[in-house]
C-alpha cells in the first residue's frame, strides 16, 4: 500500500477539524493555514468527505466545516476510502489476475496484509487520535504560532 498525500492529508485535516470544532464551524482556510495544506486541494479533498458523510458544511458568516459524526464514529480507513485512496498492495487491486489472467504465487499474502492494513486503520477512531499526547502537544504548538484557540473534546491539557 502507498499511501499517497490525498489520504495522509485527509486525516491531517479531519483532525484538525476534530480538535478544533468545538469552538464552532472550522474554515478550509484555518486548516489550510495551520496544515501546510493548499486551500484549493483541501475543497477537493472536503467534497469528497462531504460526499461520504463524514462532514457538513455551514455557509455565510461564521460558517466552515463540522464533522457530521462523532469522532468516535470515523475510523482512519474511513477518511481513506472516502478520498478515493485504496488499502491494497496487491499488484493486481485485489482481482486475482496478477500474472497472465491467474493470481501471482504470493497474491494471497499480499492480499492478506491488505486487509489486515485495512482492519488495524478501521479501529483507530479520530477522537482515539485527539486524545494522543503528542497530538495535543502538536496541535498547542500550531495553534500557539498561529494564534488559534485549541478545543478539543479534552480541552487539550498537557
Excluded at 464552532?24 to 458523510?53: C, D
Amino acid at each position: 500500500m502507498r499511501l499517497t498525500t490525498k489520504g495522509r492529508y485527509a486525516v491531517t485535516a479531519m483532525m484538525d477539524l476534530a480538535i478544533h470544532e468545538v469552538s464552532g464551524p472550522v474554515t478550509l482556510s484555518e486548516i489550510a493555514t495551520s496544515q501546510n495544506i493548499s486551500l484549493s486541494y483541501l475543497e477537493q479533498l472536503f467534497a469528497s468527505l462531504r460526499k461520504a458523510g463524514l462532514v457538513k458544511g455551514l455557509r455565510g458568516p461564521g460558517g466552515g466545516y463540522r464533522l457530521a459524526l462523532a469522532a468516535a464514529d470515523i475510523s482512519v480507513a474511513d477518511i481513506i476510502v472516502a478520498v478515493d485512496e485504496k488499502v491494497d498492495i496487491t499488484r493486481c487491486g485485489g482481482k486475482g489476475d496478477c500474472q497472465d489472467g491467474e493470481p501471482c504465487l504470493t497474491h494471497e499474502l499480499w492480499k492478506d496484509l491488505s486487509q489486515q492494513l485495512y482492519e488495524f486503520l478501521d479501529k483507530i477512531k479520530l477522537g482515539e487520535l485527539t486524545e494522543w499526547p503528542c497530538v495535543q502537544e502538536r496541535t498547542l504548538r500550531q495553534d500557539a504560532q498561529m494564534g488559534r484557540r485549541a478545543s478539543s473534546a479534552s480541552s487539550i491539557s498537557v
